[in-house]
């Protein structure tokens, strides 16, 4: 095999692909076409070439322990709502998934109902909100048991692996009682810019865009004989509900955030007026 040209050279390298591993025989030669096909699109000069895979090289350079350069430049590119969407079809009954993001950690700790997951440091300073759910099956009935997995950002827009502290704070896992239900008490999340002090930062800055994601809370949760849930409730009424910076947005997930002013109702929660209140129900969907 010689003297490929622009178009006979996408056949030439597919065909030396023998994978043994048919998916992956099947994702690489998609993957050469697709690329190929781009590059005879976009005909780039070699100096265009060279800083593509230098933009790439940066992304890899960004990332450690705590900062996952990839994740945002697939979230920020749309790659990652578009891949929770062919994997997770929601029917009737079933919450809508939404992007895993860059800061979950695995160190959050079991908590009881009604646990403050903000430090007191990141409650004072935040705005006191009272946290409910409930699990159920795509029938409504109850799931007792599940565990549910929450984090979230403070009142500053930081995850506490951006604080640099090393301790988990606003994050916390916790198990449904006999009637699917938990609760917790927390501050509002607000509206935070992704990382964009690197590459993808550049990008965003290259093609006009803003790093913001609307306010939300994260959620993970699974239980024996469900899949497991990735996803988000968002604050209504918040300003980047249309322009979320990686495009995680659904309206079934936006849930209202209702200020309480009832001195007597903040008191019970350790909280003084006005607080605010938020509910949300997640369905899970049965495994196959
Ligand atoms: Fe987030």
Redesign the pocket.
Known sequence: MRDFNEQTITDAVISQFKAEDPRLQQILTSLVKHLHDFIRDVEPTEEEWFKGIQYLTDVGHMCDENRQEFVLLSDTLGVSILVDAINHRADAGMTETTVL?P?HTPHAKPMTHGAQIASAEELAKGTPTVVRGQVTDPDGKPIAGAKVDVW??SSEGL?DVQMGHGEADLRGIFETDADGKFWFRSIKPVA?PIPFDGPVGKMLVATGRHPY?PA?I?YMISAPGYETLIT?VFVSGDEYLDSDAVFAVKDSLVADFVAVEDAEAAKQFGYSAPFYEVEFNFGLKPTA
């Open positions: 993001g800061f979230q950002a995850y935070y994601r939300h994260h988000h």
